[in-house]
T-cell receptor, first 113, second 114 residues
């Protein structure tokens, strides 16, 4: 089954404790992206990647890092989480030629206390 | 700057009634336009898309949307709503340049009365 998986689905952590949210897709997609969803703001793009070793900032990259060492994986790293990063995070992927037709993962709800 | 406005935060309709969700966009040229649906606890799923050509596009689950250039709108419609359509709906604009960015509206939550 074609899918985008994220882990963990739920995470509660404390300020400053480094964490990684994993994202994996099995569709051989070149394009992958991370979004955060906050009430009243819709989805905002954090980072995206057009291919292995190619990443670029989205609209809200501050406080986040990403890496793309393998085509299928695109982890999101919070080196020192803060409460304003409490949010619902989505990973998405798509084929390069159809980057705008994105397949979304189920989401990771992160709470930073 | 590119932007997407969904003026209705919540909409409630009765099952069987028709539905129209509003979306207005701001973009310098004709953009790619999308509607996504997010069911409770789920990720987003693409409902339909508009790139060019026929301004009335059909999507999955019986939804359609109409692109109106003069109004900068891309409203989503369904003639008869089912209880399973209760979800949050997002309109999005895709840049046709090389920025590889989808810009989402803030969403409209649809509630369906039995």
């Amino acid at each position: 089954e074609a899918q985008v998986t994220q882990n963990p689905r739920y995470l509660i952590t404390v300020t400053g404790k480094k964490l990684t949210v994993t994202c994996s897709q099995n569709m051989n997609h070149e394009y992958m992206s991370w979004y955060r969803q906050d009430p009243g703001l819709g989805l905002r793009q954090i980072y995206y990647s057009m291919n292995v070793e190619v990443t670029d900032k989205g609209d809200v990259p501050e406080g986040y890092k990403v890496s793309r060492k393998e085509k299928r994986n695109f982890p999101l790293i919070l080196e020192s989480p803060s409460p304003n990063q409490t949010s619902l995070y989505f990973c998405a992927s798509s084929a390069r030629q159809k980057w705008h037709e994105q397949y979304f993962g189920p989401g990771t709800r992160l709470t930073v206390t | 700057a590119q932007s997407v406005t969904q003026p209705d935060i919540h909409i409630t309709v009765s099952e069987g009634a028709s539905l129209e969700l509003r979306c207005n966009y701001s973009y310098g040229a004709t953009p790619y336009l999308f509607w996504y649906v997010q069911s409770p606890g789920q990720g987003l799923q693409l409902l339909l898309k508009y790139f060019s050509g026929d301004t009335l596009v059909q999507g999955i689950k019986g939804f359609e949307a109409e692109f109106k250039r003069s109004q900068s709108s891309f409203n989503l419609r369904k003639p008869s709503v089912h209880w399973s359509d209760a979800a949050e709906y997002f309109c999005a604009v895709g840049a046709v340049d090389s920025s590889y960015k989808l810009i989402f509206g803030s969403g409209t939550r649809l509630l369906v009365r039995p």
